[in-house]
């Protein structure tokens, strides 16, 4: 009798779970259970769980210059195209270069950016990836105009080659080994932190932002569970510290009218159409924004160099070309201009083939406005769509050996609407230029004037941030000029 009892509540116990699934289900797959079901041509795939998806298997760490197991094994299995369910949405995932170039330059109108509500948590309601329509328009603008052509070329060169030279000279005083992973991090955040802040690197007040940081950094990249103890609840905090920070130099400078300051807070501030709220939620992105990729992009670069001399020496002999140039001009300038970086053809191949195989951003965040029809298949409206950048460029139909690191193939390439490690469309990265700028003007004077060496075997993975497994550690010695 108690057995049977027992198997009573048992039976119960399974009827409610299923009835609370087959409502779940109901609520996360409407489509599933209209009659619009049998009209619909969704994309071939698999649901998963219904409140977890796939989302585990999706964000698995690998080999950053692979696609991973996710991509790799749904696409052979259902195509460039597929669906699953991702970050709690029934979500259409795309490895193909049409329909990421399509959704991409239907922003607004078919597709709209649309990211985890744990990301605007923490990057702020004003962040540019959480608006859209004419806020994201204006916050876009500011930051355009901020990193405009005309600002790169008249003083984000000059102190991205004097924060170049500054950071190298610190490397070869550095006990070795250093890691460029967190070395990256430190030039790229000063470059930024005068630029936004007028802040100097070295300075107590840097040193401290930057620790603040790289706190706030870690929150961002985790998985944002907001509870005591866990890194989202930490990232937090030094948002709102370093946001009070930002405020009371904001403060202080109404007070002090007579210091004049030419640096984007100072901008925004003179402008007058943003509120103080925006305004340190502009300030905040934009550090964000600006120092973690193109940090992480230039690791990638030195780390992938390495396996390839012959590479460096091409590289090295086209900087070479430059600085004896240089030498002869008159007047003698030995600054680096404009000119010099628009001579860097093979340092861009370099560049461009970095950012195919190390594919910082990975995929980038989207919804459907409304039902879409796209190469037969339907992406229902309120459906999550994830272009996945990464699938493309390591895409083999796309690139001979994809998984090779050979920025010759750059040299014969017809420019392509496929490659697209900025994004594009209305949403294209505003720091495009800037980062590659760094990139170069720092590779300028690495390989003029040092060799690096891996003291330890390393690699790249993606979580699907990409980091190193130990920080990218390396020896690195001067050399002597041969000119
Ligand atoms: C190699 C380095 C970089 C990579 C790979 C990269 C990649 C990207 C991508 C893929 C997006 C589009 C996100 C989306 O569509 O949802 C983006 C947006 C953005 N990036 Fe970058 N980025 C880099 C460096 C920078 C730098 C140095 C800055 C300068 C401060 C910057 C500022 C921005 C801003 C402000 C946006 C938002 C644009 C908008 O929504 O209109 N990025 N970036
Ligand atoms: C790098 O990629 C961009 C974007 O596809 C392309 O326009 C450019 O020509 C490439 N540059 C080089 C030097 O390969
Ligand atoms: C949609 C789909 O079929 N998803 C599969 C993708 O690949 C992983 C394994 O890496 C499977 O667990 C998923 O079921």
Known sequence: MAEFDNLVAIVVVLLG??????????????ICNSSRKTKMNLPPGNMGW?????????????????????????????????RSHLFGHPTVVSADPELNKFILQNEGRLFECSYPSTIGGILGKWSMLVLVGEMHKHMRSIALNFMSNSMLRSRLLDDIEMQTLLTLKSWEKMEQPLSVQSE?????????AKQILSFNSGEPETDDLMKEYFTFMK?????????????????????????????????????RVDIHYDDLLSNVMKDGRLSTEQILDLILNI????????????????????????????????HLDIARRKQQQEPKDLRLNWDDYKRMEFTHNVINETLRLGNVVRFVHRKALRDVNFKGYD???????????????LDPALY????????????????????????????????????????AVFL????????????????????????????FPITLTAIRQTN
């Open 444 to 471: 300028h004077h690495l390989v003029l004037n040092y060799r690096w060496e891996m003291s330890e075997a390393d690699r790249a993975l993606a979580f699907p941030f990409v980091e190193f497994e130990k920080g």
């Open 50 to 82: 219904p409140f977890l998806g796939q989302t585990v298997e999706y964000l698995k760490p690998h080999l950053a210059t692979t696609p991973g197991r996710f991509m790799e094994e749904n696409c052979s299995r259902h195509g460039k195209i597929f």
């Open 17 to 30: 779970l299923l009835t609370v699934l087959y409502m779940v289900i109901k609520l996360k797959y409407p």
């Open 400 to 439: 001979d050996n994809p998984l090779q690191f050979n920025p010759q193939r750059w040299q014969k390439m017809e420019p392509s609407t496929y490659f697209t490690p900025f994004g594009g469309g209305p949403r294209l990265c505003s720091g495009l230029e800037l980062a590659k700028l760094e990139m």
């Open 184 to 192: 990256t991090k430190k030039f790229t955040f000063n470059l930024m």
């Open 287 to 318: 550090l964000f924004a600006g120092h973690e990729t193109s940090a992480v992009a230039l690791t990638l670069c030195l780390y992938f160099l390495l396996k390839f001399p012959l590479v460096i020496d091409s590289l090295r002999s086209e």
């Open 219 to 255: 929150g961002v990249i985790s998985a944002p569970i907001n509870f005591p103890g866990t890194s989202y609840r930490r990232a937090l905090k030094s948002r709102s510290k370093i946001l009070e920070g930002v405020k009371k130099i904001m403060e202080e400078r109404k007070k």
């Open 379 to 393: 992406i229902p409206a309120g459906w999550k769509v994830l272009p996945v950048f990464a699938a493309v460029h």
